[in-house]
């Protein structure tokens, strides 16, 4: 699985950003896609997600409300449409991808061998 991130950008605080995820080389519907960042000086750290065996998503609480994750089926491709961005959003964000659908692990990043390059995504105040 190959994937392609898009999106990133600079935004005013309360602003919108969308990022994409474009997805090649599986069979998309029986993709899982998740959403990480890493702050400067900060760990990686899980945003948001979509499982597919189920098709339920899952949030960071620090996003809740905020972010949304769709998917378009027929481009391959999920999104992630940020409102209301804050300062503390600034962050490279990365695409990720696996195969399983287990749902204990949809948060963690070691359960996504899939990566796309990083979009960064900068909040001003």
């Known amino acids: 699985v190959q994937l392609q991130a898009s999106g990133g950008g600079l935004a005013q605080a309360g602003g919108s950003l969308r990022l994409s995820c474009a997805a090649s080389?599986?069979?998309?519907?029986?993709?899982?896609m998740g959403w990480f960042r890493q702050a400067p000086g900060k760990e990686r750290e899980f945003v948001a997600a979509?499982?597919?065996?189920?098709?339920?998503?899952h949030y960071a609480n620090s996003v809740k409300g905020r972010f949304t994750i769709s998917r378009d089926n027929a481009k391959s491709t999920q999104y992630l449409q940020m409102d209301d961005l804050k300062p503390e959003d600034t962050a490279i964000y990365y695409c990720?991808?696996?195969?399983?659908?287990?749902?204990?692990?949809?948060?963690?990043?070691?359960?996504?061998?899939?990566w796309g390059q990083g979009t960064l995504v900068t909040v001003s105040s």
């Open positions: 990720a991808a696996r195969l399983t659908g287990i749902t204990s692990t949809v948060k963690s990043a070691t359960s996504y061998p899939y």
């Open positions: 080389g599986g069979t998309f519907s029986r993709i899982g």
């Open positions: 979509f499982k597919w065996s189920d098709r339920s998503t």
